[in-house]
């Protein structure tokens, strides 16, 4: 039986991360046609169907993400490299694909700079390896996220029949504590001042349940069915639905963060982005993806 080099991409950080690696796990893809790939996520697998075929396919990763921290299901190679970037072992290249995002990155999100670490890093393969990896990439512009198709007929149909306006919160909580930040509920405040502020003239649609009641609030799982799954398709679904309002606030936390992809910034004359939060992540949301936001001071 013929035995093939297989270049394994795998990821043991959380949704925000594997989103803003999609860009870069296609390149190498579509760059390396004559190569087999095996992508390993801790979550949000269903990200990279788009790129699944007899040379490409997903495995499950020995640390998965349940709700907010990793869990154990088996010690392996991948487990034990969860913070080195590249490895060569049973003459197979495993790329840490979270270390190539976040690896003498000034914060976690930015792509700007991205082509030209993945170039590095391939020349640093090639040279101790002599396996030659193409990346074909001239501006990180290029990696930015393009969602797998999802077929969200229903949901629009349902979104036309409100005939009202609509914002989209995302009330969701970072992994990273963003909200530890602030002593009392933020979501809650945020929801109560869109409530106080728009609540006559808009629906208030929300990314989870909270505990607030008004007539104009709404939230995804009661309304379509969508809750929260290991392989993030809630998360593509939000986006798409984000897509089709008129206002959007989110926060700094890796759920929100699926608006950045070429569909939502692309739109971005259609809705209005307020963020919630400032410093790097807004200079990035704003310049390096291009997705025209406000401030919204809490």
Do not use: R, W
């Given at each position: 039986?013929?035995?093939?080099?297989?270049?394994?991409?795998?990821?043991?950080?959380?949704?925000?991360?594997?989103?803003?690696?999609l860009g870069i796990v296609k390149q190498l893809i579509n760059d390396n046609l004559d190569k087999h790939f095996i992508i390993i996520p801790a979550c949000a697998m269903y990200l990279f169907n788009d790129l699944l075929s007899d040379k490409v396919i997903v495995e499950q990763h020995p640390r998965p993400w349940h709700t907010n921290k990793n869990i154990v299901n088996e010690i392996n190679f991948i487990s034990e490299i969860h913070d080195i970037l590249w490895n060569y072992h049973c003459g197979n290249i495993y790329i840490n694909m979270w270390k190539l995002l976040t690896q003498n990155n000034y914060n976690w999100i930015s792509l700007v700079h991205r082509e030209k670490f993945v170039y590095s890093m391939l020349k640093e393969i090639y040279n101790q390896t002599g396996i030659n990896i193409i990346f074909n990439c001239s501006n990180y512009k290029e990696l930015i996220p393009v969602l797998p198709y999802i077929n969200i007929d229903l949901i629009r149909e349902k979104i036309k029949r409100y005939n009202q306006k609509i914002i989209f919160f995302y009330?969701?909580?970072?992994?990273?504590?963003?909200?530890?930040?602030?002593?009392?509920?933020?979501?809650?405040?945020?929801?109560?001042?869109?409530i106080?502020?728009?609540?006559?003239?808009?629906?208030?649609?929300?990314?989870?349940?909270?505990?607030?009641?008004?007539?104009?609030?709404?939230?995804?799982?009661?309304?379509?069915?969508?809750?929260?799954?290991?392989?993030?398709?809630?998360?593509?679904?939000?986006?798409?639905?984000?897509n089709l309002c008129d206002?959007?606030?989110?926060?700094?936390?890796?759920?929100s963060f699926f608006i950045l992809n070429k569909m939502n910034?692309?739109?971005?004359?259609?809705?209005?982005?307020?963020?919630i939060d400032a410093g790097n992540f807004y200079n990035s949301i704003k310049y390096d993806y291009g997705l025209n936001i406000e401030l919204y001071t809490i």
């Open positions: 039986m013929l035995l093939y080099m297989k270049i394994i991409l795998h990821n043991p950080s959380h949704n925000g991360d594997q989103l803003h690696t009330n969701e909580n970072s992994c990273s504590g963003f909200e530890n930040e602030y002593p009392n509920n933020i979501n809650e405040k945020v929801i109560q001042d869109l106080d502020k728009y609540g006559d003239d808009y629906i208030i649609l929300l990314s989870k349940p909270c505990n607030l009641f008004h007539k104009s609030l709404k939230n995804v799982e009661s309304e379509f069915g969508i809750v929260p799954v290991i392989d993030a398709k809630n998360l593509i679904l939000n986006a798409n639905i984000a206002q959007v606030y989110f926060k700094n936390n890796g759920g910034i692309e739109n971005i004359n259609n809705v209005k982005y307020f963020f």
